[in-house]
């Protein structure tokens, strides 16, 4: 599976579909994410990056693989932190993002059961990250003190 490695890529700027029926082709195309995201050591990724403009996201943290269909946030607190992030698709940039520290997400899980995860710490800037994908969104659009550097987290 290719994964979009150019920040002026234009594909990463477009809204994301929602995904009418999980099916087979959903299935193998989540699990060739979940492959890629893990050859690339990244802890997130979003369809959109593999150049699939769908509404999905898979992620690890704390050895939990999640993948979200149609995923959205309905809650966020109002404290937020500020975090180092990087990201798959701009290979050595990184910079600090302030995000809320805890969401709510809603999403449709691959067996098609509506889920709703409340995440703080490393999910919840995972989950905001990649929902942003969606939305054409990059965390350069919101990050402060950019900088190259050779390793750092890529979510």
Do not use: W
């Amino acid at each position: 599976m290719e994964l979009i490695t150019n920040k002026d890529n234009p594909i990463l700027r477009q809204k994301s579909l929602p995904v009418q029926k999980i099916d087979a082709g959903i299935r193998n195309l989540v699990s060739q994410m979940i492959e890629t995201m893990k050859l690339n050591n990244g802890v997130g990724l979003a369809a959109i990056q593999t150049e699939n403009s769908l509404r999905i996201v898979v992620c690890e943290v704390n050895d939990k693989i999640y993948a979200l269909i149609n995923p959205e946030i309905i809650k966020t607190s109002s404290e937020t932190e500020v975090f180092e992030e990087g990201c798959l698709s701009i290979p050595n940039l990184f910079g600090d993002v302030e995000r809320p520290e805890k969401v709510t997400v809603k999403a449709t899980n691959l067996d098609g059961k509506k889920i709703k995860i409340k995440a703080f710490g490393l999910l919840s800037r995972v989950l905001q990250h990649e929902i942003d994908h969606l939305d054409g969104i990059l965390f350069i659009d919101k990050a402060k003190n950019l900088r190259e550097e050779k390793q750092g987290p890529r979510i």
